[in-house]
Nanobody, 123 residues
Framework: VQLQASGGGLVQAGGSLGLSCAAS????????IGWFRQAPGKEREIVAA????????YYQDSVKGRFTISRDNAKNTVYLQMNSLRLEDTAVYYC?????????????????WGQGTQVTVSS
């Protein structure tokens, strides 16, 4: 499985940005896709995740109501729409996939990782 993340960039606080994660290869083995982020000097943390089959979602408390994760099964792509961005949302964002239909926060539970995409929120 290969994951290709895209869509990062520079945005002012309060603005919006959308990320995409395109999956290829043995996509039938994917059951959950998550978006993680890592800010300088901090550990990588889960932001949101979605069940590939049911569409059930999970959000970190700090992004609830601002971020929306969605999927397009036909395109093998997961999206993360980020609204009302804050300075503290600045990080490198990664998408990751696991072969179980259960959202977990630990990075160790995700086998497949895309390259990171930088999101910078300015004041």
């Amino acid at each position: 499985v290969q994951l290709q993340a895209s869509g990062g960039g520079l945005v002012q606080a309060g603005g919006s940005l959308g990320l995409s994660c395109a999956a290829s290869g043995r996509t039938f083995s994917i059951y959950t896709i998550g978006w993680f982020r890592q800010a300088p000097g901090k550990e990588r943390e889960i932001v949101a995740a979605i069940s590939w089959s049911s569409g059930r979602t999970y959000y970190q408390d700090s992004v609830k109501g601002r971020f929306t994760i969605s999927r397009d099964n036909a395109k093998n792509t997961v999206y993360l729409q980020m609204n009302s961005l804050r300075l503290e949302d600045t990080a490198v964002y990664y998408c990751a996939a696991r072969s179980r239909d259960m959202v977990v926060a630990s990075t160790d539970e995700y086998r497949y990782w895309g390259q990171g995409t930088q999101v910078t929120v300015s004041s």
